[in-house]
């Protein structure tokens, strides 16, 4: 088996200082010759298992110090961040964030930190606490593994109890915690679809509620009874100012745990690659909902047995995002504020219940294009008698180029030159020649001409 090797030329040159040392005086204590050491400091050549061992051994080091590319989400996190419409004119690409993280990690990181802070958004991502909840899990690419672990391991309990899991999930809240399920009619609750009753000793659900949510709704009560330590941890990990972002964070983290419980991890996976990650069949197989089969497949990270990289988004009728997980995939298409209106997420409005289906070719603020695949379709919420229920468009999208695995791309024409071309929303977007345009770019010269016009409403330099 090849040794595991990897880049780590600036941490290095870092303990090496910190000790006081040479080159020639560390490399005598590493045994290795001191133009060998040069060049791992230059990141010409990888750091071996063997040697982080001994620099473990011989040094006051912890190599997870090399992993600094963790904390900032890796080079899509910092991607993301530069997608940011101030960095627009300065045409950074991913070849140069890379270099960048691997040359100098530390200065990366104070940069994430300092734009996370405030930099993000003007000034909405200092206080904005549903910002910070996002950041913090774009930071884990929304893989929590300790958390999938345990709900998998839950889930094969319930399961050699009972092979409905809806009924397992029930009697496992009766055994393990003397909490009763009962489902209630709207008028006795009119205003919830789930409650705590201690008093009663009940969980109560609303008959608004189809199956798959009181399975969803009975996992995370599980979630929060049985690993509420575990996730206020994860919570606390994160060190935020703002306790409203906190909650949200800690919200999603049983969220996470409930949805691994109905689709575990090892069995979620295996279904995916049988299947073709079929949506509808995924869904029937595991009764759950599209939104929860959604977020679902934004988290399949796990080292060894990764999924696909997918995004997941949730887009209002206006085009506003109130939910938006970036995953693995790097995309930057859910960084704006709004959709592009060129996106056939807005299509699936017009036919609810439908998957709609597009490849797109997306313009980056950095004045690059990336090219993605995406699906959306229309969910509807829990909505009182005679009342009408709020609906979104929950959409997945994931790398064109990988678009060809799924079964919902199969006999459909994955040519670039049929792509849609969208953009971050008209206010970011540069393309010159879009006749849906609403806006002029913010911070574009508008340019005019009085003796002609021109398709589009506005002409403009970058």
Known sequence: MAETAFLAGPAIRRLRRREGLTQAAMAARLAISPSYLNLIERNQRPISARLLVQLAETFDFDPRSLRQDEAVGGVDGLRRRLAD??????????????????????????????????????????????????????????????????????????????????????????????????????????????????????????????QSSRNFQVALQLAMLEQGEHIAAIADGAQFADRAAWRLFRRHLSGYFAAALLMPYGRFMRACEATGYDLTILQRRFNVGFEQLAHRLTTLQRVGQRGLPFFMARIDRAGQFSKRYAGASGTTMLESDVACPLWNVHRAFEQAGRIQVQTVEFAETSGQTSHWFTMARTVEGSAAPGGNPAQFAVVLGLDAQLARQLSQARGLSLDPAQEARTGPGCARCHRGDCQQRSLPPRGAALQFDERSRGLTPFSFGR
């Open 85 to 210: 419409e101030r960095f627009a004119d300065l045409g950074i690409d991913r070849d140069e964030i890379a270099e960048w993280l691997s040359a100098a990690p530390q200065a990366a990181l104070a940069f994430a930190r300092l734009y996370d802070a405030g930099g993000g958004e003007g000034e909405v991502a200092a206080s904005d606490p549903m910002d910070l909840a996002r950041r913090e899990i774009e930071r884990w690419r929304n893989h929590f593994a300790d958390l999938d672990a345990a709900a998998e391991a839950l889930h094969d309990e319930l399961r050699l109890s009972n092979a409905d899991m809806g009924a397992a999930l029930a009697e496992r809240l009766r055994q393990k915690h003397q909490l009763s399920v009962r489902v209630l009619p709207y008028d006795v609750m009119p205003d919830a679809l789930r409650r705590l009753d201690l008093h009663a000793r009940q969980l109560q659900l609303s008959e608004l509620l189809d």
